[in-house]
């Protein structure tokens, strides 16, 4: 499977709060780690985070940095840009789906609801470019998921925006689209000013 380089890092523009939430959610959304109920977003649990990414064969060389907001900081940047470049395409498929819908998400992403369910499954090997649009799925929907619950991603998704020229983001996201294209960046974009 291709290595994702982004366009853009959504993690070099941000605190080291928001880039660990970002990448906390993507890791959960990747199948990579699983938050425990009623956990707080501290030292502890971003050290957790980073040992079940490295765990599962992503960036198996991060190191726990020295004290310090600065270091925390390099840290969280890190284990976001690993699973930004890492797809794991079974687990995000299964959960975007739960989220999303698999009509819906296979819309987005340029397949058909059985050949997403065999991805899902294992049964075959997820084209690269099935697995980019995913991952760049899942890439958005961690972003949102601080802001909404799964009805308002859902609803994100389908509402037109102004800033995509009146057009919706599933529409700029259908068929056989390239995550380096325009359209899908200015919907990253469109995503990621949420963060602010």
Not at 63 to 78: D, I, Q, S, T, V
Not at 132 to 150: K, M, P, T, Y
Not at 156 to 168: N, P, S
Request: glycine content about 6%; cysteine-free.
């Amino acid at each position: 499977m291709a290595l994702i380089q982004p366009a853009s890092v959504p993690g070099e523009r941000l605190d080291e709060p928001r880039a660990a939430a970002v990448a906390l959610r993507l890791a959960e959304l990747m199948g990579v780690y699983r938050r425990p109920p009623d956990a707080r977003l501290d030292r502890q649990l971003l050290e957790e985070l980073a040992g079940a990414v490295a765990g599962s064969g992503i960036a198996d060389r991060l190191a726990l940095p020295a004290e310090g907001a600065r270091a925390r900081r390099r840290l969280a940047l890190a284990v976001l840009e690993a699973l930004e470049a890492s797809p794991l395409p079974a687990a995000e498929i299964e959960r975007l789906a739960a989220m999303l819908g698999l009509d819906r998400l296979a819309t987005m992403a340029g397949a058909s609801v059985p050949s997403l369910r065999r991805y899902a499954r294992g049964e075959r090997t997820t084209p690269d470019p099935v697995a980019q649009r995913i991952h760049f799925l899942a890439r958005i929907v961690a972003v949102l998921r601080g802001s909404f619950n799964e009805f308002g991603v859902r609803r994100w998704f389908e509402r037109a925006r102004t800033a995509l020229d009146g057009r919706a983001p599933a529409d700029l996201l259908a068929g056989t689209w390239d995550p380096d294209d325009a359209d899908p960046q200015r919907v990253r974009e469109l995503a990621e000013s949420l963060l602010a």
